[in-house]
């Protein structure tokens, strides 16, 4: 079990300190470790932290950023999708204090999705002992960077090329097929992340099909965890 020293250090590292160190202690519970001993995993902080962080990006991209709602809201999915989330984990090291059960310390690396989920519970935990102005300090310290990609760089429009931004150094293949009559055919595109299949789409030629399952997979990038 994670001792005091390493709840300060936690607290060191998100430049927030708890006034119930019980409720961090929580956020860092993993349900591994709650369903072999009968705590409370930080599942319910979790679900609160994504709602926190949710309305946190879209403040932020209503005040600095112009655009149509779906443009805004596919930017949303760009900053706060799992593998974001997850990075911002690993770059703070906050996954090597996550309180795992025995079966799950076998991994010693966690998921991206376990780490997104840290990530959410963290936010949900110093909304509750904080308040919306310290999550978000902490949402802008660990994932600021990602705003200012957008400012720098533009939003990018096409969804292949969005979704091969947010996966950087992973193997992106599409697998297109043709059905129907040449006349008037369609194009059905599964697209596959180091061999997994991720998204799908279809479309009336191979390029739209492609950029469809595209689309597809940043949402699921976003929800499935």
Do not use: H, W
């Given at each position: 079990m994670i001792n005091n020293e390493s709840l300060l250090e936690v607290e060191k590292i998100i430049g927030y300190s708890f006034k119930s160190k019980n409720l961090l202690k929580t956020s860092l519970t993993h349900s591994s470790y709650s369903n072999e001993h009968k705590v409370e995993s930080n599942e319910k902080l979790e679900f609160l932290g994504d709602a926190v962080i949710e309305f946190i990006i879209t403040e932020i991209l209503y005040k600095e950023f112009s655009g149509k709602e779906g443009d805004l809201s596919k930017m949303r999915a760009l900053v706060v999708s799992e593998k974001p989330l997850a990075e911002a984990v690993t770059k703070f090291g906050l996954d090597k204090f996550l309180i795992k059960g025995v079966g799950e310390s076998r991994n010693t690396t966690p998921s991206n999705a376990?780490?997104?989920?840290?990530?959410?519970?963290?936010?949900?935990?110093?909304?509750?002992?904080?308040?919306?102005?310290?999550?978000?300090?902490?949402?802008?310290?660990?994932?600021?960077?990602?705003?200012?990609?957008?400012?720098?760089?533009?939003?990018?429009?096409?969804?292949?090329?969005?979704?091969?931004?947010?996966?950087?150094?992973?193997?992106?293949?599409?697998?297109?097929s043709k059905h129907g009559e040449d006349h008037m055919p369609t194009y059905k595109t599964i697209v596959y992340i180091n061999g997994e299949k991720a998204g799908s789409g279809s479309g009336t030629n191979k390029r739209l099909a492609e950029e469809n399952s595209a689309s597809d997979a940043i949402s699921n990038l976003k929800f499935d965890k």
């Open positions: 376990i780490k997104c989920d840290l990530y959410e519970a963290l936010c949900g935990a110093i909304y509750l002992d904080g308040g919306i102005n310290e999550t978000k300090k902490f949402f802008i310290k660990t994932v600021g960077d990602k705003i200012q990609d957008l400012k720098l760089n533009g939003y990018i429009d096409d969804p292949k090329t969005r979704l091969q931004e947010m996966l950087k150094n992973a193997k992106i293949v599409y697998s297109t």
